[in-house]
Nanobody, 117 residues
Framework: QVQLVESGGGLVQAGGSLRLSCAAS????????MAWFRQAPGKAREFVAS????????YYADSVKGRFTISRDNTKNTVYLQMNSLKPEDTAVYYC??????????WGQGTQVTVSS
């Protein structure tokens, strides 16, 4: 079992930056793929970024490529999402997720990010 706790959300003006953190419990953090998803009001949850445990490569949604950076620190059992050049359309609840297999079956409670214009 893995428990995930996000932090770092808040209110920021357009063009600003935020860094989200996701702290994971458990001793096998390094064996999980980790990802960030988001859900805006009235919209479906969407993929934002992920970091593969195998290749060590990051993957990004086109909407955030070049602005967001995902990283992980296995010594701290933490995954981060650095968000720069934020836009009002980035406003959403951001969720951290983890998987050992094909599906993301571990989820955090979410952290609100609001970008004002």
């Amino acid at each position: 079992q893995v428990q995930l706790v996000e932090s770092g959300g808040g209110l920021v003006q357009a063009g600003g930056s935020l860094r989200l953190s996701c702290a994971a419990s458990g001793r096998t953090f390094s064996s999980y793929d980790m990802a960030w998803f988001r859900q805006a009001p009235g919209k479906a949850r969407e993929f934002v970024a992920s970091f593969s445990r195998g290749s060590g490569r990051p993957y990004y949604a086109d909407s955030v490529k070049g602005r967001f950076t995902i990283s992980r620190d296995n010594t701290k059992n933490t995954v981060y999402l650095q968000m720069n050049s934020l836009k009002p359309e980035d406003t959403a609840v951001y969720y951290c997720a983890g998987r050992a297999g094909a599906l993301y079956n571990y989820w955090g409670q979410g952290t609100q990010v609001t970008v004002s214009s």
